[in-house]
Nanobody, 111 residues
């Protein structure tokens, strides 16, 4: 059974940093492209960043240069390092593999 469990969310002040993690299980993690999405209140879920099985990354324009997606295939873990956070980054962040979503972790950026 495929499982994706996010962690690392919380409340942070503008300009601060957070590191999200996604623990994957139930499949061969290294073989799949992985992605982070987010959904802010009243908005559609949107792609934040993705990383292929080979490590190629892609970012939404709004986060490029501030967020870094990475994966540790030995630990079956996907990460998202978020720096210089802004209030508009407030959202529930989801880990995604093709056909499967985690439950999300709340990120709130506020002073």
């Amino acid at each position: 059974q495929v499982q994706l469990v996010e962690s690392g969310g919380g409340l942070v002040q503008p300009g601060g940093s957070l590191r999200l993690s996604c623990a994957a299980s139930g499949y061969t993690f290294s073989m799949y492209m992985m992605a982070w999405y987010r959904q802010a209140p009243g908005k559609q879920r949107e792609l934040v960043a993705q990383i292929t099985s080979g490590g190629t990354t892609m970012y939404a324009d709004s986060v490029r240069g501030r967020f870094t997606i990475s994966r540790d295939n030995a630990k079956n873990t996907l990460s998202l390092q978020m720096n210089s956070l802004k209030p508009e980054n407030t959202a529930v962040y989801y880990c995604k593999r093709h056909g499967c979503w985690g439950r999300g972790t709340q990120v709130t950026v506020s002073s």
